[in-house]
């Protein structure tokens, strides 16, 4: 069965630091979301990514982070200058029609 | 805004039946999901139901809707160890980001 992929599945770095987190997303899918989960906490949505374009973002989506789908299989979510408050796990979804399938998520640490 | 509540925790004997309750608000909602979490594990889809429903089942679990209060509720019968993790409750509307409850914890007693 198809499923989504994520790598890495862990990531350390230092506050600052960029961070790259890949997704491979099932392959007839069209839209694609990022979501976190903080320690404890919600799942909360971020961004949501369609034709190339960003369709919806949270308000925890500011100038830090951003989306691309650089080849026809791969999703990133980039952080630029990463803060102790972004250590989460975070989740790509992809979708074709009312469900997202999620993929088994990066733990993020910034130290 | 647009929020989704469970209870935190339930405790069951193995064998006995789970249920698992949810709220939600936005009355858009047009599609509400379960997923599982299991430790260190990412979301897995156990299954969903159309606002235009009031009942699905599927196998061992069973999803009941009651959209005028903006609840529903997942049922597991006979419940195994196995099912021990971290029930989701989700909601999705026209713009199809979800919005996650804070997760149940369901812990199985042998």
């Known amino acids: 069965e198809p499923e989504v992929t994520q790598t890495p599945s862990h990531q350390v770095t230092q506050m600052g630091q960029e961070v790259i987190l890949r997704c491979v997303p099932i392959s007839n899918h069209l839209y694609f979301y990022w979501y976190r989960q903080i320690l404890g906490q919600k799942v909360e949505f971020l961004v949501s990514f369609y034709n190339n374009e960003i369709s919806e973002k949270s308000e925890i989506f500011d100038d830090q982070f951003s989306v691309e789908r650089p080849d026809g299989s791969n999703f990133t979510l980039k952080i630029r200058s990463t803060k102790l408050e972004d250590s989460a796990m975070y989740f790509c979804?992809?979708?074709?029609?009312?469900?997202?399938?999620f993929g088994p998520g990066t733990r993020l640490l910034v130290l | 805004g647009e929020d989704v509540e469970q209870s935190l925790f339930l405790s069951v004997r193995e064998g006995d039946s789970s249920v698992i309750n949810c709220t939600y608000t936005?009355?858009?909602?047009?599609?509400l999901y379960w997923y599982k979490q299991e430790p260190g594990a990412g979301l897995q889809l156990l299954t969903y139901i159309f606002s235009n429903m009031d009942m699905k089942q599927d196998q061992r679990l069973t999803v009941l809707l009651n959209k005028k209060d903006k609840h529903l509720s997942l049922r597991i019968a006979d419940t195994q160890t196995g099912d021990s993790a971290i029930y989701f409750c989700?909601?999705?509307?026209?713009?199809?980001?979800?919005?996650f409850g804070t997760g149940t914890r369901l812990k199985v007693l042998a």
């Open positions: 989700a909601a999705g509307s026209g713009t199809y980001k979800y919005i």
């Open positions: 979804a992809s979708r074709v029609s009312e469900t997202q399938y």
């Open positions: 936005d009355s858009s909602s047009t599609y």
